[in-house]
């Protein structure tokens, strides 16, 4: 009897634990799961909570990876191996990343994410180099300066090397 009643009360513990962790931010399964093994309570009670919150729609690795996704393709500028990268290190299974991504970056919006980060980027460095203008700056030296310093700026935000080949030769043909 006295087991019992211990049981109910940690299970209440870890499912209100768990439900602020979610009320928080939105979290996935491995993470809610890491954070309640990470408070010492037993693999059964987790398991359950972990069931107990899929049930009510509160946990649901599906549907968050969708949003980082869109949400990283729309307003965080990021392209999809940082995505994939970012899902993966939360735990999100391989098959429901590549899901999300595509979705995300469906027809050609990874150019078009890709392209408009770079045009922004472009202008920024003009604005600046306009401020402080080098008579004597070797042309050449600074085009390929640009070409390699904006390859690596798209390549850190996850995009393809042929993605970002082809907007290199897109906006550093307008400048």
């Known amino acids: 009897m006295r087991n019992e009643g211990l049981a109910a009360d940690l299970g209440r513990r870890a499912r209100s634990y768990a439900l602020r962790l ?8 491995k993470e809610l799961e890491g954070k309640l093994r990470g408070k010492g309570f037993p693999e059964d009670i987790i398991i359950g909570v972990l069931a107990e919150m899929r049930s009510y729609g509160y946990l649901d690795d599906e549907k968050l ?8 393709a729309e307003s965080r500028g990021l392209g999809p191996l940082r995505i994939r ?26 150019n078009e994410v890709a392209l408009g980060l770079a045009q922004a980027w472009v202008g920024r460095r003009r604005l600046a180099h306009d401020a402080d203008v080098d008579a004597d700056a070797d042309v050449g030296a600074a085009d390929a300066d640009t070409r390699r310093r904006l ?23 307008q400048v």
Not at 22 to 29: G, V
Not at 65 to 72: E, L, N, S
Request: net charge negative; glycine share 12%.
């Open 22 to 29: 979610l009320e928080m931010q939105d979290r996935t399964a």
């Open 151 to 173: 390859y690596g700026f798209l390549a850190r935000r996850g995009f393809s090397s042929d993605v970002i080949g082809r907007v290199l030769d897109k906006v550093l043909g």
């Open 65 to 72: 990876a969708a949003r980082v996704a869109d949400d990283g």
């Open 85 to 110: 990268v970012e899902l993966a290190r939360r735990g999100v299974a391989r098959e429901i990343i590549e899901d999300a991504v595509s979705r995300a970056f469906g027809g050609d919006k990874e």
